[in-house]
């Protein structure tokens, strides 16, 4: 493989994650290893931005900044929902294209990494072809991020623990807050988890059982059809036993018909998903009318992709791990890859990467298996926790400043651009 | 004043808080170095546990077990929303204080400690008016509890800090989270805090600005009328401005007419106040039908108020120190105050302890100052910004085990009990 002399261009796409920016700062870290690599550029906005020639020189950061870059919640580079689509929109995705190896030649861009998850991956591999087709060298390789964990062929997802973390965490805390308000008259609190599709969020909330409080005592994930009647039988069950029963439900749960509980069906996201906002309320309403039990929701929305406060430290530790794996990967030689983690050992627990091909991963979707949850479908079982339990463990050293934690802005210093505004 | 031999009954009501838990363990700590304190019992529940002789023993818990209730959510003894109501039912309150007294009497309780907001503070003033009338020599002494800190004549309540300190982190990283995706489309956030009528919590989210990603742009509190023009207008200034608006709004916010926008009128609490659950969602119908930007929501519902994994440290401080000035105040022969916290300095910050009579507190609400609001309504402005955030400084170091936090449970031991159950 003969050796490739170029810049190189970082970005992220699709939903946050607390660590998203531990995986960018891995990319530079080891970019500045290899002395193939020239410039550090960073690209706005995902693919949105880098067509607009929206890019930042990242040698221009400060080290503290970098350094800072693990810790910080959000994109620090900026994201987008957008998406080159030769099925839908043929001629727009050609001269996306076109566009796109304007800018990679213009700025001589030969090493591209993005952050994403199913479809950035996807991206990413169209990318890689397109390339092979145009006989553009680059290297391209995908780095695994999400906090829905439903990436195929890698053990989990950058971004996973942390929010399973938050999740688990939080759902502790509600259930020392509500167990010790339960009277005889019973309570109930419904806390909504993201995850459209897949429930490893949502499950990751039984790790809060080892708390000793007994919540939460159900869990609803995607995976398995909602039955109403089982689902009021259970709760009226633990509330029966227990006073209180905390309920974690994921946001894509759906009935046995396959229609969402949550889901509003007149708004659909750039990706053609129906927009979700209602599963706790829907049962909230559900458990209040039929056992007349106080009931009250949780709506972790974005907070629980953003809570660097609490994030993993084992997570950072291997988002940081797969940017660097990237660049080494393309410095090889390697293109059209996704780093992934394998878990080689469970105690002690060790993870390494390695890489898969980008066409096994883009628009599939990892599920929580079968025989990882409970028979009666309403808790995830002792092998969900064996799996789920190393990817929380530790926990940074946060800096705070007057009561709160320190996060990091990049400078953001332009890149001139060179090329005629997009048409 | 004669010394008054006896033992010690504290309890807890209302909604919990990160901290009530460290009201106790002052409250404990404090009546362990006083001789004329016997038995050191907690009442299950309140009050409601109390009329059951519901009673442990403080004396049999381990040191360690006390040490942690600093630092553990929810309450430890439980709480109870029940209410000795004169006004309402005043046959069934006579019973209650009859059978209230016969508890004191039969485990000679001298000293009473209630750990509480508004209400539990006015139960606190009828408990020790009726003992007055009785002739029954007890020390009743109120501890402020709440994160809404709407109770009068103290500078702030327990409870409020580490409420605020999750409050403003969280919409620190909801806007570094949504900021990074925000592109031309635009994006609204909003998110739903804890705080019927005054909106202190709602407000201290507007420490999050110094985060510097702006957030909040729009704060909403229940203390300015709702103008949905006036906000409209905002938003779309707002988003306009910096492609993204994170609005927080307390649940209780009022249209002009005193409607609150996410009240469902049909459900009561047992105090007779209508249950919110929808301002937010409110609010986002709003700004996605009218302005047509992506909005989506967060309600933080009870994981605020439990939030003990990111807790002030001061508030912990202040909170023992609220438990062992109510314990010194009842031993220096003081009945029906309350232990208020009154600020001494604001550079350096110092608060002290003091006291208030219960009849002062009892039903009254405490709420921001109109001059500590922006003029034009949408954030609370310097004043409450100085205010608001010596109360947030400090974190306890935290023992993590598996990856989270670790909290305290009681043992309870029971106290036997020697009446007839409750009739």
Not at 22 to 27: D, E, H, Y
Not at 35 to 40: Q, S, T, V
Not at 377 to 386: A, D, H, R, T, W
Not at 412 to 419: E, F, Q, S, T
């Amino acid at each position: 493989m003969a050796e490739l002399v170029g810049n190189l261009l970082v970005a992220q796409s699709g939903g946050p994650t607390a660590v998203i920016n531990a995986s960018v700062a891995g990319v530079i870290r080891e970019a500045g290893k290899h002395g193939l690599i020239e410039e550090i550029y960073g690209g706005l906005n995902g693919i949105f931005g880098i067509l607009n020639e929206d890019l930042i020189d990242l040698n221009e950061e400060k080290n503290s900044a970098i350094e800072g870059l693990k810790y910080t919640p959000g994109a620090a580079l900026g994201t987008c929902r957008y998406k080159i689509d030769f099925k839908k929109k043929p001629e727009n995705a050609a001269r996306d294209m076109d566009r796109l190896f304007e800018v990679f030649q213009a700025h001589n861009i030969r090493y591209f990494f993005y952050v994403g998850g199913n479809d950035s991956q996807d991206t990413s591999n169209q990318i890689h072809h397109e390339a092979v087709k145009r006989n553009y060298e680059i290297r391209v390789i995908g780095v695994p991020k999400t906090i829905d964990n439903d990436l195929p062929h890698t053990d989990h997802t950058p971004g996973f623990g942390s929010a399973a973390k938050y999740v688990a965490t939080t759902v502790a805390e509600v259930a020392l807050d509500i167990g010790g308000m339960a009277t005889d008259e019973g309570a109930c609190c419904i806390i909504e988890i993201m995850g459209r599709t897949a429930g490893w969020l949502a499950g990751s909330s039984v790790l809060a059982r080892t708390a000793g409080t007994g919540a939460p005592h159900i869990v609803l994930l995607p995976e398995v059809p909602f039955n109403e009647e089982a689902f009021l039988a259970k709760v009226k069950e633990q509330v029966d036993a227990h006073k209180f029963c905390v309920v974690a439900c994921g946001e894509g749960i759906k009935n046995a018909a396959g229609e969402e509980l949550g889901a509003d069906k007149s708004r659909l996201d750039a990706f053609g998903h129906p927009v979700l906002s209602g599963a706790a309320e829907t049962l909230a309403e559900l458990v209040q009318g039929k056992l007349n039990t106080k009931t009250r929701t949780v709506k972790l929305g974005y907070a629980q992709r953003a809570a660097a406060h609490l994030a993993s430290l084992r997570d950072i530790e291997e988002s940081v791990m797969c940017g660097e794996a990237a660049v080494r990967a393309a410095i090889e030689g390697r293109s059209g890859f996704m780093v992934k983690l394998v878990r080689s050992s469970e105690d002690p627990y060790h993870c390494a990467t390695d890489l898969q091909d980008l066409g096994d991963i883009a628009n599939s979707v990892h599920l929580i298996p079968k025989d990882w949850i409970s028979e009666d479908g309403f808790l995830p079982n002792e092998k969900f926790v064996q799996y789920c339990r190393p990817l929380i463990e530790g926990e940074p050293k946060l800096v705070f400043e007057g009561g709160l934690p320190r996060y990091t802005t990049l400078d953001r210093v332009p890149v001139d651009k060179v090329l005629q505004p997009r048409g």
